[in-house]
């Protein structure tokens, strides 16, 4: 996957860019591990209330889900191999997770707003 670099609150990230439906349906699945300055960002062609489970995710995990503007609209902490849906608390058009705690360790919260990387505005076409 293509990779862009992020300033999520104090900390800087290298996330992944899931921007095709293959690559946002795979997600994290099935891996054992991820760097800590490191995730990935899903980016949909529009927004719309999502919801993402935990199917066959090995990595405890953080879920932030962002509007067009890259505002937060909500913050959650997932459990490995929980298939209970996390809805988005708003219309949201990116996803961003990292490993579980990064989060907070970056210090950012609801209604914070994100600058999305020009590489991963939109999704690929």
């Not at 996957?1 to 997600?27: H, P």
């Not at 927004?47 to 489970?53: I, K, L, T, V």
């Not at 997932?78 to 997770?97: H, N």
Request: aromatic content about 6%; cysteine-free.
């Amino acid at each position: 996957l293509r990779v862009t670099k992020m300033r999520i609150g104090s900390q800087n990230f290298t996330l992944e860019i899931a921007d095709t439906d293959a690559t946002r349906t795979q997600g994290l699945m099935g891996r054992k591990s991820m760097p800590a300055d490191h995730g990935m960002i899903f980016v949909f062609p529009d927004e719309q209330p999502r919801a993402f489970w935990m199917m066959n995710t090995h990595i405890p995990l953080d879920l932030i889900y962002l509007d067009a503007a890259g505002r937060i609209l909500s913050i959650h902490q997932l459990k490995p191999f929980d298939a209970t849906g996390v809805r988005s608390e708003g219309a949201a058009k990116y996803a961003i997770e990292l490993n579980q705690g990064a989060a907070a360790r970056a210090g950012i919260k609801k209604g914070d707003l994100l600058t999305i990387p020009k590489e991963a505005a939109e999704p690929a076409r």
